[in-house]
């Protein structure tokens, strides 16, 4: 695809009877947005009827049943089902659930064979979406066994990138799950991320400790001593600006975040309770490291306010401007790194 070309953006619906189909809407409600993507709403021509009913909403929907009917400067829906749903605000439901699953596979496949560019995420449910069929704790882990790669939440802003060792991990086996091989890998997703994703020539990166105080010298624990250091000590050797572990209490209190592009942190709230606190509502989920592009708001399926037209879109808004522009500078740095020159041979003479 030339850059210049609209993008496709492909939007999987995430839980009917949370925000999800609100947040869309109110973004698309801005016809701005057409000028540079092609949305393509991976649910129902009723469901979102049923939406646009509700919320008041003026969009048009260009109601599609194959993917060569994406029309552009429309907001398109693919219809995924055409059963019936019965949509309850604020309700868990694991009907629900499973029409969630079909949006988000239906939206994956898409990606898979670039019917679409880029994939954004509505919020769904993580209980209501387990069945026999899909046994995963989110949408990461998930998109992590279709697409190629190696998966890391990356949580974005346009000052602030958070990325996590381990996510969603019980509290008392973190520990055991951060061993050296892991490290390295999601450094290496994050410092390759940077580069290709935000243009970043020479990443800077920190790392937070595993236990309080990193562990203070054995006294709060040893994995930081044993694990953690000596590990990013070989791979700061190989060249990389990484540094670390610090204490994670005072590191962003200490405004001390500012001084680097990515922090790492070693557990899911060790690095999202401040990247929420301080970024919530703008901030993106991004997954990074995999093949294509995906990313999803910073928030979840709002049962307690779903319905009632008070959802702020903020968020969603954000990641689908993110994942237009990490798929923009991907498709850069493939240009930039791809077909170099090669050398003419040397001619000999006689």
């Known amino acids: 695809m030339k850059e210049e070309e609209n993008i496709i953006v492909g939007i999987s619906i995430g839980d009917l009877n949370g925000i999800g189909g609100e947040i869309i809407l109110k973004v698309f409600e801005d016809n701005r947005f057409l000028d540079f993507c092609t949305p393509v709403i991976f649910a129902s021509a009723k469901a979102m009827t049923f939406f646009k009913t509700h919320f008041k909403s003026q969009i048009n929907f260009n109601i599609i049943n194959n993917l060569n009917q994406i029309t552009h400067n429309k907001v398109n829906v693919f219809n995924c089902w055409n059963e019936p749903v019965k949509i309850e605000f604020g309700k868990e439901d694991t009907k629900i659930g499973r029409f969630a699953i079909k949006s988000l596979e239906t939206a994956t496949k898409a990606l898979k064979e670039n019917a679409i560019h880029v994939l954004v995420t509505a919020p769904i449910n993580k209980h209501n979406i387990q069945s026999e069929d899909f046994k995963f704790p989110g949408h990461t882990d998930y998109l992590a066994q279709e697409l190629e790669g190696e998966s890391l ?9 958070v990325g996590l060792l381990t996510d969603h991990v019980p509290v008392k086996d973190i520990s055991t799950h951060i061993t050296p091989e892991l490290i390295e890998q999601k450094i290496n997703t994050v410092y390759n991320s940077l580069k290709k994703d935000f243009k970043i020539e020479r990443p800077k990166i920190a ?69 929420k606190t301080l970024s919530f509502g703008q901030g993106v989920n991004y997954t990074a490291g995999l093949n294509k592009v995906r990313t999803s708001p910073d928030h979840g399926t709002a049962y307690e306010i779903a319905g009632k037209g008070i959802a702020d879109e903020n968020s969603f808004k954000e990641a689908i401007f993110s994942a237009i522009k990490i798929y923009k500078n991907r498709m850069s740095y493939e240009q930039l790194t791809s077909n170099p020159l090669k050398k003419a041979p040397r001619k000999v003479h006689r």
Do not use: C, W
Not at 153 to 161: E, G, K, Q
């Open 153 to 161: 939440m990356f949580m974005i802003t346009d000052t602030l990138r």
């Open 207 to 275: 790392v937070l400790g595993i236990n309080p105080h990193t562990g203070d010298n054995g006294v709060i624990g040893s994995e930081d001593d044993d694990v953690l250091r000596p590990t990013l000590h070989k791979i700061k050797e190989s060249g990389k600006l990484v540094y670390g572990p610090y204490a994670a209490d005072s590191f962003f209190g200490s405004n001390n975040y500012k001084n680097f592009d990515a922090i790492i942190a070693s557990y899911h709230d060790q690095g999202l309770i401040p990247f």
